[in-house]
């Protein structure tokens, strides 16, 4: 990955986090998009889009609602889609196993550091009250200004992390690989699209809506088995 | 003779127009409500900010009496759907210019914030956000590569932006009595059958996922993927609360890795 390169995975990554939350939430965050961009970024979008829609299994789990905590998974997507299409280390499906499990590591580390940005706002806030409180519209667009500038901070620091310690944990991770390759594939299979399942089932399995589920796996096992 | 009151809505005052005033502005800071999103007031600071241009219709104008203590009053705590706070927006500010009782202006936004939030919660984040993720996970496994973004992108947007020009607009249009928005048709309807589609699409999605995931792998090997994933699934679902999914799954791929390494 060239030094151009690698700036411009960490800004995609770095917008793709401030989607999340700040704005606009068009669903640039979400990992299949983020991966597969950050994958464009390199010259290898399609490795990016494989590796989103595992990240995108383990993200269906995510409902960004209100004050709860949740991950971040825009920044460490557009890394891992980058790392997967530019990297030699993290080709085979070893290095995939490693490049998801930072990913998630680093979503998790996301979602406690958007923690740290909403109590900065909140601080930035109570510093600037008696100019909120006199209907000071320069302190409104502080405000704002500061907040997204905060987010984008974190974003910044989630991608470039995601991308460094990916690159270094995917090497390592190849090298101490004995096994054979067919089962670090059957794991990620089986944990994604386990994760996936769990989580479409404590959606839609129960009332109405899950015999509409259970009409969509069975026409998804029907084309599955048809290709 | 005596001079026109200058309160807004008292008589002899302006009544606020039909159109909301700089629209496209009001609705580009829509986008980005929850920038200063912070445990104090939540939304509230987007929320004046992105009702702020229109405040500048009030009487003395930006910088005005009226103008200020309506800013503060719209900077208060305020929480709801992202998507359809556009709404109370809209309703609030007309309500400013039409001169409301400012305590029936406070009741309104205070009353808003459960039905928008749980409203938006259930018909984007639960129903529409899944579906298209599903589409676009479908599309990726079918092998439509760049379109399934694509195809991901469009058709969340096309409901997220409409979604947002309706709110403010309906909004506007309403004022004070907004609630009546909340039961339209169109959101009634699309509450109705967005649920159906996202659980359609994403019981789909999963087996076509597994299948591209082990493509050219022999039967045995699929059936073990099958395996696996009803494990894990079974697995988050016994550990569940105390564990996320992502974290069980995460676990899962760990231990793997500890194996790959041990193995002789």
Same mark, same amino acid.
């Given at each position: 990955?060239?030094?151009?390169?690698?700036?411009?995975?960490?800004?995609?990554?770095?917008?793709?986090?401030?989607?999340?939350?700040?704005?606009?939430?068009?669903? $640039?965050?979400?990992?299949?998009?983020?991966?597969?961009?950050?994958?464009?970024?390199?010259?290898?979008?399609?490795?990016?889009?494989?590796?989103?829609?595992? $990240?995108? =299994?383990?993200?269906?789990?995510?409902?960004?609602?209100?004050?709860?905590?949740?991950?971040?998974?825009?920044?460490?997507?557009?890394?891992?889609?980058?790392?997967?299409?530019?990297?030699?280390? *993290?080709?085979?499906?070893?290095?995939?196993? %490693?490049?998801? =499990?930072?990913?998630?590591?680093?979503?998790?580390?996301?979602?406690?550091?958007?923690?740290?940005?909403?109590?900065?706002?909140?601080?930035?806030?109570?510093?600037?009250?008696?100019?909120?409180?006199?209907?000071?519209?320069?302190? =409104?667009? &502080?405000?704002?200004?500061? !907040?997204?500038?905060?987010?984008? &901070?974190?974003?910044?620091?989630?991608?470039?992390?995601?991308?460094?310690?990916?690159?270094?944990?995917?090497?390592?991770?190849?090298?101490?690989?004995?096994?054979?390759?067919?089962?670090?594939?059957?794991?990620?299979?089986?944990?994604?699209?386990?994760?996936?399942?769990?989580?479409? *089932?404590? =959606?839609? !399995?129960?009332?109405?809506?899950?015999?509409?589920? %259970?009409?969509?796996?069975?026409?998804?096992?029907?084309? %599955?088995?048809?290709? | 003779?005596?001079?026109?009151?200058?309160?807004?809505?008292?008589?002899?005052?302006?009544?606020?127009?039909?159109?909301?005033?700089?629209?496209?502005?009001?609705?580009?800071?829509?986008?980005?409500?929850?920038? #200063?999103?912070?445990?104090?007031?939540?939304?509230?600071?987007?929320?004046?900010?992105?009702?702020?241009?229109?405040?500048?219709?009030?009487?003395?104008?930006?910088?005005?009496?009226?103008?200020?203590?309506?800013?503060?009053?719209?900077?208060?705590?305020?929480?709801?759907?992202?998507?359809?706070?556009?709404?109370?927006?809209?309703a609030a500010?007309?309500a400013?210019?039409?001169?409301?009782?400012?305590?029936k202006i406070e009741r309104l936004r205070a009353a808003l914030?459960?039905?928008?939030? @749980? /409203?938006?919660?259930?018909?984007?984040?639960? @129903?529409?956000?899944?579906?298209?993720?599903?589409?676009?996970?479908?599309?990726?496994?079918?092998?439509?590569?760049?379109? #399934?973004?694509?195809?991901?992108?469009?058709?969340?947007?096309?409901?997220?932006?409409?979604?947002?020009?309706?709110?403010? #607009?309906?909004?506007?249009?309403?004022?004070l009595?907004v609630?009546?928005?909340?039961?339209?048709?169109?959101?009634?309807?699309?509450?109705?059958?967005?649920?159906?589609?996202?659980?359609?699409?994403?019981?789909?999605?999963?087996? /076509?996922?597994?299948?591209?995931?082990? #493509?050219?792998?022999?039967?045995?090997? /699929?059936?073990?993927?099958?395996?696996?994933?009803?494990?894990?699934?079974?697995?988050?679902?016994?550990?569940?609360?105390?564990? @996320?999914? @992502?974290?069980?799954?995460?676990?899962?791929?760990?231990?793997?890795?500890?194996?790959?390494?041990?193995?002789?």
């Amino acid at each position: 990955m060239t030094g151009l390169e690698t700036l411009g995975v960490v800004a995609v990554g770095t917008v793709c986090g401030v989607d999340l939350v700040s704005g606009p939430q068009a669903l $640039l965050s979400r990992p299949l998009v983020a991966a597969f961009l950050g994958g464009l970024v390199v010259g290898a979008p399609l490795p990016g889009l494989a590796v989103g829609a595992l $990240l995108e =299994l383990f993200a269906l789990e995510t409902l960004p609602v209100g004050a709860a905590r949740y991950p971040d998974w825009g920044p460490p997507g557009a890394a891992a889609g980058a790392l997967v299409g530019a990297s030699r280390a *993290s080709a085979s499906p070893a290095g995939w196993l %490693a490049v998801l =499990l930072v990913a998630i590591v680093v979503a998790w580390f996301g979602g406690w550091l958007m923690h740290q940005v909403r109590r900065a706002n909140g601080a930035d806030l109570h510093a600037r009250h008696a100019a909120v409180a006199a209907g000071d519209p320069a302190a =409104l667009r &502080a405000l704002q200004r500061n !907040g997204l500038l905060r987010d984008a &901070a974190r974003a910044f620091i989630l991608a470039t992390f995601a991308l460094t310690a990916g690159d270094y944990v995917s090497v390592w991770f190849t090298r101490g690989w004995q096994a054979p390759q067919a089962l670090a594939r059957l794991a990620i299979a089986g944990a994604t699209v386990g994760v996936g399942l769990w989580s479409a *089932s404590r =959606l839609f !399995g129960r009332g109405r809506t899950a015999w509409w589920f %259970a009409g969509g796996l069975a026409l998804g096992t029907l084309v %599955a088995v048809i290709r | 003779m005596t001079a026109p009151d200058p309160r807004p809505g008292a008589p002899g005052a302006p009544a606020a127009p039909r159109r909301m005033p700089r629209f496209g502005r009001v609705l580009a800071r829509c986008f980005f409500i929850q920038a #200063a999103w912070n445990y104090e007031t939540l939304m509230g600071t987007g929320f004046g900010a992105a009702g702020e241009p229109v405040l500048r219709d009030l009487p003395g104008g930006p910088g005005g009496g009226p103008y200020r203590v309506a800013l503060t009053r719209e900077t208060g705590f305020f929480n709801a759907h992202p998507y359809l706070a556009g709404l109370a927006i809209g309703a609030a500010t007309r309500a400013e210019l039409d001169g409301e009782d400012p305590a029936k202006i406070e009741r309104l936004r205070a009353a808003l914030c459960g039905p928008l939030g @749980s /409203v938006g919660d259930r018909l984007f984040w639960a @129903s529409w956000l899944p579906a298209c993720v599903a589409v676009g996970l479908l599309l990726a496994a079918l092998g439509l590569r760049g379109w #399934a973004v694509v195809a991901l992108l469009v058709l969340y947007n096309a409901a997220h932006v409409g979604c947002r020009v309706w709110a403010l #607009a309906a909004g506007w249009a309403q004022g004070l009595h907004v609630g009546s928005a909340l039961g339209a048709p169109l959101l009634r309807r699309a509450g109705q059958v967005a649920a159906p589609i996202a659980a359609f699409t994403v019981g789909a999605m999963l087996p /076509v996922q597994l299948g591209a995931q082990l #493509a050219g792998a022999p039967p045995a090997a /699929v059936l073990i993927g099958v395996a696996a994933a009803g494990a894990v699934a079974g697995l988050i679902k016994l550990l569940a609360p105390r564990a @996320s999914g @992502s974290a069980v799954a995460a676990s899962v791929l760990a231990l793997v890795w500890i194996a790959g390494r041990l193995w002789p």
